[in-house]
């Protein structure tokens, strides 16, 4: 158990709202009363302008650096979209950013963090981090973590602030799931201000380390090349010690889904919600849309995180026919 | 020339946004700094409820029926959104709605109509308003115009307060224009409250017959078959004289944009702002992106008007190669 001082507390969020404000879109609730089962509202954090939530947490970490430390510059790692946020972040405040990408990563998320002016390194997934760590000891730069940071977790836990804000009466919260940071700031917002709220995270059947772990009561390891199965490429991280130790608080439950619900999500979500969600932006929904039944009643809020999809896979989704057994799709 | 009293004021469209608050989604203005050439913000209408600004209008005309009109229900005529607009209004005032379709609309648009309990009746394009006519004077329904009165264009008109609430130093303003009625009502919020701003109309140019009326001084009436010809569906009707006669007063100009251009724009939307358009939905982002030439300078604010499209379509632009000529798609 980590001390009590690293757990990110509602005074840490509420501080980084304060902060992201000039940068951050303070993003609505989308009502989706086509949606019968139950009633649904959207966060659609696919409208930042980055495409995605991250650019809360990156410029808040970056913001709280010291001043000195923040003109050197930063480093990050990430599979897209922190990139993106770091990059964007950065240029905000006229810093270099040096990101460290996997191979695998779609163009549109490569070229979107060029063109904030980062210098991209790409390197084998496996490689990642330790290769952001040598830069930012070699060139004295920080680094700003993709989850693994108080400063980070209390940037995406403004998602939850504005929920409980717009909706106090909030009956079920439901966040993607991969490294945690996502998961553990709306949570802490969450259990502080509608302490009634059920927040569950969601994440991919082929990536469900986070569903094994808290069963577990402890982290479990999946291997890198499981998780890579899923479509969801946001998604195939696994929480730290400091995540795992607020998804343990904050987390009522976790829900799987499968990489069918997960595409039929997206198509509904373009054609119902008039959304561009990305297959790990999906998921929330996705457990809205298909497991309706393992989630307490009342009104829900599904956190669409980001936006950032190759056109040819949007496509593809859009024109497909869902197999038996996903309803609605 | 219409009597003044005709004419729709500010103060109209300061009491339907009152009106309006309980179903009308108040849209952010999307910042879109990936487009480097101008300051560009989206009002992304399609984030409505019903997929369009349609609710607008139609709600406001509703409330404004005297109690005894608006009980025994309402009659509306539509190539689509007004049509969901108005079945969907009426099931908020528990009323009963009849909805005459032409037969060559989207299924997605006559599916989303149903679901909301409005009787539909589809006949032939060049019949549908005589038909809504003769039911309405047979069953002694109030016909709810898709734009040609007063309370319509003052409910469309809310987006253009909003627009110069959140940004009073707004410098172009680009609505898309068939009927006239958005157009009409952003105008005349947009003159009343932000005298410098310049409001461009923009349609199709294969059903540009606003630019020629305006050029004109008078309405150009364009065949419905030529018409008929543009992938805007929602953009194949014109002005009618009250509509007109706003349009002469308060609308700065009218672009028109290709056929090419407005998939280009589809593509972008979806692919940049992470937003499903559908093409008359998508004609005054075309504008800002491919004929900034003949806009004056200044922050630009492009509404996205509707996103109903079928998946098919939308699935076709994602992946299609631009023509040249058509940059940055």
Not at 62 to 74: E, K, M, N, S, Y
Not at 115 to 140: C, D, F, K, Q, S
Not at 180 to 202: E, H, N, Y
């Amino acid at each position: 158990m980590l001390a009590a001082m690293d757990m990110v507390t509602l005074d840490d969020i509420r501080a980084a709202a304060i902060r992201i404000a000039p940068v951050a879109l303070r993003t609505p609730l989308l009502s989706q009363p086509w949606f019968t089962e139950r009633e649904l509202w959207l966060k659609p954090e696919n409208l930042q302008h980055i495409g995605a939530f991250k650019i809360r947490g990156a410029y808040n970490a970056i913001a709280a650096l010291d001043d000195g430390a923040r003109a050197r510059g930063v480093v990050a790692y990430s599979s897209g979209n922190h990139a993106n946020a770091v990059a964007r972040a950065a240029k905000e405040f006229g810093i270099p950013a040096t990101i460290v990408m996997q191979e695998s990563t779609p163009r549109v998320k490569v070229e979107a963090t060029a063109a904030h002016g980062a210098e991209i390194i790409e390197v084998p997934m496996a490689e990642r981090e330790a290769v952001a760590h040598e830069i930012a000891e070699r060139r004295g730069l920080a680094l700003v973590p993709p989850f693994d940071h108080p400063d980070v977790i209390a940037g995406q836990g403004t998602i939850g602030l504005e929920i409980a804000t717009d909706m106090p009466e909030v009956g079920v919260v439901l966040v993607p799931v991969a490294g945690g940071g996502l998961a553990s700031g709306i949570g802490v917002a969450m259990k502080a201000l509608c302490p009634d709220a059920r927040v569950f995270a969601v994440e991919p059947e082929l990536a469900a380390d986070t569903a094994a772990g808290l069963l577990a009561g402890h982290r479990v390891h999946w291997p890198a090349e499981q998780r890579a199965r899923t479509i969801a490429d946001g998604l195939r991280t696994e929480p730290s010690e400091l995540t795992f130790a607020h998804l343990r608080e904050v987390i009522d439950g976790v829900i799987t889904v499968s990489e069918e619900e997960i595409r039929a999500s997206m198509r509904l979500l373009a054609t119902r919600a008039r959304l561009v969600a990305e297959p790990s932006g999906a998921v929330s929904a996705a457990a809205a849309f298909f497991h309706g039944g393992e989630l307490p009643a009342g009104r829900t809020v599904a956190v669409i995180s980001g936006g950032n999809v190759d056109p040819a896979l949007l496509a593809e989704v859009l024109v497909s026919t869902p197999r038996a057994g996903v309803a609605g799709a």
